[in-house]
């Protein structure tokens, strides 16, 4: 294939990602030049799906998705697609040898963003992996470049870290989750009527989704653990900003770290890494 267009098509999905997350981009930064393009082509191939179940209200949600995952799996078997996004992903995704049950569980969690309006416990748990454990996973394997004991080693612990970035985006988007999508994902909690000690639990359980992920952060191949441990600081801090936030304004507003606050976050990371502090 025409490396030009390859070199395009990541562009395009660089491009995605810096355009709907800069907190995101910025830690992609931090990781080394070899990898960057292929964690970019898996965001671009996430973001897209998400996109399709939350903002596109005027159309065919359920068609436009199904076409998405049609297109993404001619890529996959013809080697290129003419949709840079999906010749992007396919492109990793036959490079580093992502399990295609991890895109599977994916697809699923984004069609029940179609019907789904509340989880119980168990539901809860087969979301949070479909939408945010397995693209752990996903990154998980570029890191390793195909080391299958490392990956094994670091699994749980990325998954994890999947679950609470997943988990502290539910809870700052409660407003619009709520009152332009019609959802709640948090089981046994009344969100319309959100209180300080509900608030507390659901924090409580992230927390220690953090705890358990910071241990595989710390056994990260070197390329990958400056950029996703800039990720993890970025969480907590979001995290921290919704502990001190009170409940009925977490309701009604989105809660956000400036960007003055970003570069200060990246700068005390860097130090902490390269002191090894970690």
Do not use: W
Request: net charge positive; hydrophobic share 40%.
């Amino acid at each position: 294939m025409d490396n030009l267009f390859n070199t395009v098509s990541v562009g395009c999905s660089k491009l995605v990602t810096k355009s709907y997350s800069t907190s995101f981009t910025l830690a992609v930064k931090m990781l080394a030049p070899s990898i960057r393009d292929a964690i970019y082509s898996i965001y671009g191939f996430v973001r897209f799906a998400d996109e399709i179940v939350d903002t596109f209200h005027e159309y065919n949600k359920a068609n436009l998705l199904e076409e998405f995952e049609q297109d993404y799996y001619k890529a996959y078997h013809e080697g290129i697609s003419l949709n840079p996004i999906l010749n992007a992903f396919q492109l990793t995704v036959k490079k580093y040898n992502i399990d295609d049950d991890l895109v599977q569980s994916f697809l699923k969690s984004m069609r029940l963003d179609l019907t789904k309006h509340n989880y119980d416990k168990n539901e809860y748990e087969d979301y949070i992996y479909g939408s945010a454990d397995v693209v752990g996973l996903m990154c998980l394997k570029v890191f390793v470049k195909g080391d299958l004991n490392k990956f094994n080693e670091l699994k749980k612990s990325a998954m994890r870290l999947g679950s609470a970035f997943q988990k502290v985006n539910f809870l700052r988007d409660l407003k619009d989750d709520i009152e332009v999508l019609d959802r709640s994902y948090f089981p046994n909690i009344d969100i319309h009527n959100l209180d300080n000690i509900s608030k507390l639990e659901i924090i409580a359980e992230i927390e220690e989704d953090f705890k358990i992920a910071y241990q595989g952060i710390k056994n990260l191949p070197n390329e990958a653990k400056f950029g996703v441990y800039t990720s993890y600081i970025y969480y907590k801090c979001l995290l921290n900003k919704l502990k001190r936030t009170p409940s009925k304004k977490i309701m009604n507003t989105r809660i956000r770290v400036s960007n003055p606050r970003k570069v200060s976050l990246l700068a005390q990371s860097f130090v902490t890494y390269k002191l090894n502090l970690m």
